[in-house]
């Protein structure tokens, strides 16, 4: 049998056995507040201390001197499943957990390692576990085998230029690479959203270009536990880019943004050669630069701070700037800034467990209507699709779009 290997570095062990279990965590997790408002007849780990709790007790199990010196383990596989229910069916991986914690501890590391763990170690050893198959078996297989989440020919990628009619570039050599994506390359709603950010490239005169290869980012393999099947992956992509020659890589999308900016250096083990932009923060440097003429939009709007985007990767400001400069005020809901709360989309739970995200959706939406304002806006197309698909049932006159939407309709380029 093959070796159990701990994903974890030191300073992790350290934050599992540290945890002070005060339930800070739980207290703050979103996903937590519904399950008790709506009871489930499973007993297992539905917050982040729990979890913490139930990995300890396993690995001592494991690794523990009782299991050292008897050379013995015992029986696990009820905590193991319980345990890869709350991670893979109830988590987001939001990180807001990480934020309220009061001794510091990177709780989304920490859980994404755990994660790791049974990818790594659970699959091969254990009786099969249906989430922990679904993910393996067709979420990353898919992904490496097509290049992509939905398991489309990759061919077909910049067909979603042909249904919005938008005029994109696909160069030999060029200043900027626009990296779409794969839900605004293949979902329709989403694609939308490229179409009014390579509108806004083209009306400023960038010198972008599309990659004639794009592949998933690799976001997905990364937080199911499978971050070392994301290397070839990511290789590629750091090929096609350096084949363009490009200084400065943007994207639409906050899921891409970690991947290209913080997870490609983890996973090879060297900074890229380029920028790394989310196209917020490209657009502050259009304002900046004066290469935007903002026309105002009537009404109050509110926005919703994408978790992948603001918590996790630290644009918060850039997207407010956009928004005050666009229309005539912001009014922010609860749950904003660091500690905005997911739309349900995350974690890969819209494909493990789709009406729990749509449930967090309806919960998230409720929050945002409470600022009276009739277009929500967002910075992700992951966010936009799974609040505007609430919507259609809450309110027919509310409307949730891209921030790069709002900024294209705004200039009259869409």
């Known amino acids: 049998m093959k070796q159990t290997k701990i994903p974890l570095s030191v300073k992790q062990l350290i934050e599992l056995d540290g945890c002070a279990r005060c339930e800070l965590c739980r207290e703050f997790c979103s996903l937590y507040a519904l399950l008790n408002e709506n009871p489930h007849p499973l007993k297992f780990p539905t917050s982040t201390v729990a979890v913490i709790k139930q990995f300890r ?15 013995s383990k015992p029986k696990i596989k009820e905590k193991l499943w319980m345990l ?10 939001c990180g807001r ?8 501890i990177d709780t989304w590391s920490l859980l994404n390692s755990v994660r790791e763990y049974f990818m790594n170690n659970f699959t091969s050893q254990y009786p099969t576990h249906c989430v922990i198959d679904f993910i393996s078996n067709t979420i990353n297989t898919t992904i490496q085998n097509s290049g992509n989440i939905f398991n489309v020919s990759n061919a077909s990628r910049h067909d979603w230029a042909l249904y919005t009619g938008a005029d994109i570039q ?22 939308d959203i490229a179409h009014a950010i390579t509108a806004i490239l083209n009306s400023v005169g960038e010198d972008w270009t599309l ?18 099947k994301a290397k070839s992956i990511a290789e590629h992509n750091l090929r096609m ?12 999308c906050p899921g891409c943004y970690l991947a290209l900016k913080h997870e490609y250096p983890k996973i090879l083990g060297k900074p890229v050669e ?10 502050n440097i259009y304002l900046n630069e004066g290469k935007l003429k903002p026309i105002k939009l009537d009404g109050k709007v509110t926005y919703h701070d994408p978790c992948e985007l603001g918590r996790l990767g630290g644009v918060l400001n850039e997207p407010r700037r956009i928004i005050n400069t666009f229309t005539n005020g912001l009014l922010e809901p609860y749950g904003s800034g660091m500690d905005g709360i997911c739309c349900g989309s995350g974690g890969l739970i819209k494909a493990t467990n789709p009406s729990l995200a749509d449930l967090l959706a309806i919960k998230r939406l409720d929050m945002l209507m409470e600022t009276k304002s009739k277009l929500i806006l967002s910075a992700c197309p992951t966010c936009v699709q799974s609040l505007s698909k609430v919507a259609m049932d809450k309110n027919k006159e509310l409307r949730v779009i891209d921030l790069a939407e709002l900024v294209a309709q705004q200039l009259g380029l869409i």
């Open 97 to 104: 957990c990480k934020v309220v914690c009061p001794l510091g």
């Open 57 to 71: 007790s396993i690995l001592r199990d494991q690794f523990g001197l009782k299991a050292k010196l008897l050379r």
């Open 84 to 93: 890869a229910d709350a991670l893979f069916l109830y988590c987001t991986t």
């Open 274 to 283: 380029f920028e790394v932009l989310h196209f917020t923060e490209l657009l």
């Open 170 to 191: 696909v160069k030999d050599n060029a200043k900027v690479v626009y990296f779409v994506g794969c839900v605004s390359s293949y979902q329709g709603r989403a694609q």
């Open 241 to 252: 880019i350096r084949d363009v020659g490009a200084k400065m890589v943007i994207t639409g």
């Open 211 to 228: 990659l004639k290869d794009e592949w998933c980012c690799g976001h997905p393999l990364t937080i199911s536990g499978a971050g070392n």
